[in-house]
């Protein structure tokens, strides 16, 4: 007799696009120049002024635990810098650091959920999303979106699918795999719908400050009980050193205090340190050139892409990925990402990573690359359509 | 009508000591000289060749994402430790690097149990292990331990204690907050009553190396399929670093490689980096000073305390942390601790931060202090125990 782990575990997909990176990794490994445009990642390093931040954290020994919901220096400048890019007011007592975006999630997702229920979410959207609310218990309900309500969900999207189960919506602004933006109209009437229905509203804003034509709105604005997980990996560049933040209603702080508590005890000391030095005028140069060349790239990679045929309905509003439709002659996305990377050694995502709706004619194109391997990207797309055409199973 | 959150809330406590910490920070701030033997953190800095490591780390740009898993070279360095420190092979493949010894509890909690399942565990014992399953839906089966069998688990206990929801047990050697130890034939016989009931063996070992008369033997010694928590934050002296790892059976790597992929993306680039470092010999040679000046605190501590009337009838083996009992005249712990530390402004840990069994009886001395300011806490405490003698309600 074999003992068997949680049936929580059959829920929960691995990350394709890791498969897909070790593999590419290995190509690499064996010769081949592989242009990566499956990550997830800037290709910028950190700024220059949050490392300095970070040695001097290390010279002057801050390396021991910090309160569980972060130093104070930091949750003031992340309330400050609400005040700043959004002119709303967050006390930094709703602000809990945590270790990367994925803390903010963890935490919510215990937070909210009893076993059974469910958040409504889209589908496409982060996987991650819904796995962690399954390592609890609960279940994503996904909702399937398309090009013609902006791959986000709408009022008559939340009414239609709200379950009994249902205990409130998770949106994602930007979105991941789309790019998608929600307008500060559109989110609040979602916003306004969740309230009726006296449910929870999650906002993922981790790719805040990332957007190319006009600023993203934070849920806060419509509704300052929403709970909103942001992060310093993609704006400000700091993925490697796992920092993020979660913003909470009022009558959610002692709770969420003790799950910090309980399940963390404390986010790094080291990069809550470095990440003050994320809200100075120095860094923020640096991000702003650096966002100017995300612009740069998505206004190249997008129409490149809609000229090989791929289906680009939406101009992405922000992130770094574009989220293209297959034409038809080509097989699904699973064996086309596989062939391109193997023949013609181009690392795309498939959809299957992103949920189910028309996942397999989809495939998700990151652009957190040089704009010189982007174009040397697409030749290779190119051939790879060429290559797999009429090959449709 | 208000919004719930979980039910699991409901089932996880604040920390005490972490509201006794603010207090005594409080009377800090308000020019009182405190004596902190409530903290469960070692008072050495990092060690300087870790520092250094980690600065390199910065450097050199070591800031971006790293396989969810951990980097392979600081898998290998850990899997020598094993075979360096306890005989084992331990594959690297079967080593992920965590969060701290909270990301591989973490991890261990949403692959074991379904909602409603259990683990055996001590009580007293650190209480965050038991609200780990909880937030996960599960339960922490607390058997109540007293000095006469070591405060630890017996083959007996768990036998007697095993219910139709349990899945196994969770030990911790040494123990927070007792300091006992298992031998190794104490474990060998734990490891076969779990086996053969077809359960899970989980050990928490995060003290290991802070052993002061002979050395801890992992559980992997006696069954190669336990599921072993460590961590960088105790012996290594890297607290803020938020490092630790998970040594997992074969069996079960693909399923907590999907968990940490999607919990968690990855642990710390540069505290991994740095922590490359804590295996070289120059870590190595004051990490073993400071363990000595532990052992000497520690062969201070436990007797005065005695002297003074508590109850310890055990010599801790390891760790940083005396357990012992309030003689009869005195209130209950939470009174005798917030007392002691309102009026002798010593900070202690009343047992009821551990559990329930005679929680109200213990306290919990941390000797994580230099030994002057440990002598200077025992008269204190010395006065807080004349002060509240005959005092019992």
Redesign the interface.
């Known amino acids: 007799?074999?003992?068997s782990?949680?049936?929580?575990?059959g829920d929960?997909?691995?990350?394709r696009v890791?498969e897909l990176l070790a593999r590419a990794n290995a190509l690499q490994a064996a010769g081949h120049q592989v242009i990566h445009m499956e990550v997830g990642?800037p290709d910028f390093?950190?700024p220059e002024p949050i490392?300095r931040a970070?040695?001097r954290a290390?010279?002057d020994?801050?390396?021991?635990?910090?309160?569980?919901q972060g130093i104070p220096a930091l949750r003031e400048a992340i309330s400050r810098h609400y005040q700043d890019t959004q002119g709303v007011d967050v006390a930094p007592e709703r602000i809990f650091v945590t270790?990367?975006g994925?803390g903010a999630l963890?935490l919510c997702s215990?937070?909210?959920?009893?076993?059974g229920q469910g958040l409504l979410m889209t589908d496409p959207g982060y996987?991650?999303n819904r796995?962690?609310l399954k390592?609890?218990?609960g279940e994503g309900q996904l909702v399937p979106v398309t090009a013609s309500e902006r791959y986000q969900l709408t009022p008559e999207l939340i009414d239609r699918y709200w379950a009994d189960n249902t205990?409130g919506v998770m949106l994602a602004s930007p979105s991941n795999p789309t790019g998608a933006m929600l307008s500060s109209a559109e989110m609040a009437a979602i916003a306004e719908t969740v309230r009726r229905r006296?449910?929870?509203l999650v906002a993922d804003e981790i790719y805040h400050g990332l957007t190319y034509d006009e600023p993203a709105i934070s849920a806060l604005v419509s509704d300052p009980d929403a709970f909103v997980v942001n992060s310093f990996s993609k704006y400000f560049?700091?993925?490697?050193?796992?920092l993020g933040w979660l913003v909470v209603p009022d009558?959610?702080i002692?709770?969420v205090?003790?799950?910090a508590?309980?399940?963390?005890?404390?986010?790094?000391?080291?990069?809550q340190s470095a990440a003050l030095a994320a809200f100075t005028a120095q860094a923020k140069e640096i991000m702003e050139r650096q966002k100017e060349e995300f612009r740069q790239r998505r206004d190249f990679l997008a129409p490149a892409l809609a000229e090989l045929g791929v289906g680009v309905p939406l101009m992405p509003d922000g992130a770094f990925y574009v989220y293209g439709r297959l034409g038809d002659g080509l097989p699904d996305s699973e064996t086309f990402c596989h062939r391109a990377l193997e023949e013609q050694f181009v690392a795309v995502t498939p959809g299957t990573d992103f949920g189910f709706h028309e996942a397999d004619r989809h495939v998700r194109f990151s652009y957190a690359q040089q704009l010189d391997l982007l174009e040397q990207g697409v030749e290779r797309i190119a051939a790879a359509i060429r290559n797999q055409s009429g090959t449709a199973s």
């Open positions: 007799m074999t003992k782990f949680a049936t929580r575990l929960i997909q691995p990350f890791m990642e390093s950190t490392i970070g040695e290390l010279h020994g801050q390396t021991r635990y910090t309160p569980a270790a990367g994925s963890l215990a937070l909210l959920l009893d076993p996987p991650c796995h962690f390592a609890f218990s205990r006296q449910g929870f560049g700091m993925t490697g050193w796992r009558n959610a002692r709770d205090e003790k799950l508590q309980n399940l963390f005890i404390c986010p790094s000391s080291i990069s």
